[in-house]
């Protein structure tokens, strides 16, 4: 699958999609690609300031209104993700996507050196909240006719590499997870699961690992948006269980 699809103009109305990372990088252009094809978006991030920021903007496109819903998934208890989960439920009653973009890197380390606090942080950022976030936001996504859920993987999640540490620990992990998750509800046949690597992006994320690059050299992360849309859409049919790379 390539960044080569041209989606309708109302590809996604009334879909309702959570976007996680939604206040940056390629979250952000995920959450203002959707709401501009007609998706109700739930912006979920760490930073309240950005998240309005985007809020903004995508009222500024003239997109749905869009819902803020901050939760640090560093240190969040489950109750916040239920809690998260009730709130949507009681606004929207269904969701027709999840799109989890939310992760950290930290910083680049050996096995022989990487600290055990960073190491439980980056697996509690990148791995168990996209896990509790998912199970808690299976009803809402078995209560729509068809419903798509989308990790965000990295190449270094299928090929492991010196010093990425816990973050390509966390990628490896969502790729499994994106398989049993995908295998469970096959049977089901209404929500599909899929993994993207979105490959090099101009981002923080990116800066924090290579600072000497020149980002002009990079892809912008709009770039990627429609991959995620194609997934999200109905055009996404028949996609299941895959582990997709847009390198
Ligand atoms: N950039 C690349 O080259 C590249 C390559 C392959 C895969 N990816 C993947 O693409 C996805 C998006 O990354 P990106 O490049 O767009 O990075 P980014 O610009 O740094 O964005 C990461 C997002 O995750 C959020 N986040 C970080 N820690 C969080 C926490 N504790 N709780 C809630 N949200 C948190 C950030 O929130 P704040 O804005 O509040 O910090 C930010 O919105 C990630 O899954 C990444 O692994 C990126």
Known sequence: MSNDYTPPRDLLKDHRILVTGAGDGLGRAVARAAAAHGATVILVGRT??????VYD??????????????LNFDGAAEQEYQELAGIIDREFGSLQGLVHC???LKLLSRIDDYDLETWNKILQVNLTAPFILTQACLPLLRASDQASVIFTSDALGRI?????GA???????????????????????????NAIDP??????LRNTAYPGEDPGLLSAPESTAPAYLRLLGGDGKGIHGQSISLR
């Open 160 to 164: 492991g590499k010196a010093y990425w």
């Open 199 to 204: 490959g090099p992006l101009r981002t923080k």
């Open 102 to 104: 939310a992760a950290q």
């Open 57 to 70: 903007q995508i009222e500024a496109d003239g997109s749905p209104q869009p819902a803020i819903l901050p």
């Open 48 to 53: 309240p300031a950005k998240l309005e920021q």
């Open 167 to 193: 973050y390509a620990v966390a990628k490896f992990g969502i790729e499994g997870l994106m398989q049993v998750l995908a295998d469970e509800l096959e049977s089901e046949g209404k929500i599909r699961v």
